[in-house]
């Protein structure tokens, strides 16, 4: 009788395993598609934190990032992650940082719940990337221009 539930214990162990595994595996496959896709102007001088949660907002546009979503974004370990309070003051200084270069207004606070963009932000956030990617494309083709390319 023991050898059978020392069997039993040891497959439904294997199972566990290979669940465990199989959902380390998702949980990477969303930590990568929570990966910055974008890279905000360092004139901006965002924390690489603060540019992780910035580009999950910007991602999910006005949907609501729930605030254990914008704690896994902003870092890229699976173990100790920051402590929510943490998320709100970072959240804090990405609006304050924003302030500073002209765009107010764009992060949203769902109480209790995350963050989101308001629809303002978005447009003001794609108005601002466009001209930091107009302002690099002009120093490119200048550099270009200067060794003769």
């Known amino acids: 009788m023991n050898m059978h539930r020392l069997d039993a214990t040891a497959r439904h162990l294997a199972r566990l395993v290979e669940e ?29 934190s603060e540019s992780r949660i910035l580009c999950a907002l910007y991602a999910a546009k006005t949907r609501i990032v729930t605030r254990e979503s914008a704690v896994i974004a902003s870092t890229n370990r699976e173990d100790d992650l920051p402590d929510l309070q943490i998320l709100s003051v970072s959240v804090s200084r990405i609006r304050t940082k924003l302030r500073r270069v002209g765009l107010t207004s764009v992060i949203e606070t769902a109480w209790g719940i995350g963050y989101h963009l308001s629809a303002d932000g978005v447009i003001a956030l794609n108005k601002a990337l466009a001209a930091e990617q107009r302002r690099q494309d002009a120093l490119d083709a200048s550099l270009r221009a200067g060794r003769g390319a």
Do not use: A, C, G, M
């Open 20 to 48: 465990n595994e199989t959902l380390r595996e998702e949980v990477r496959q969303l930590r990568e598609q929570l990966e910055p896709s974008i890279q905000f102007p360092r004139t901006w001088r965002l924390t690489q």
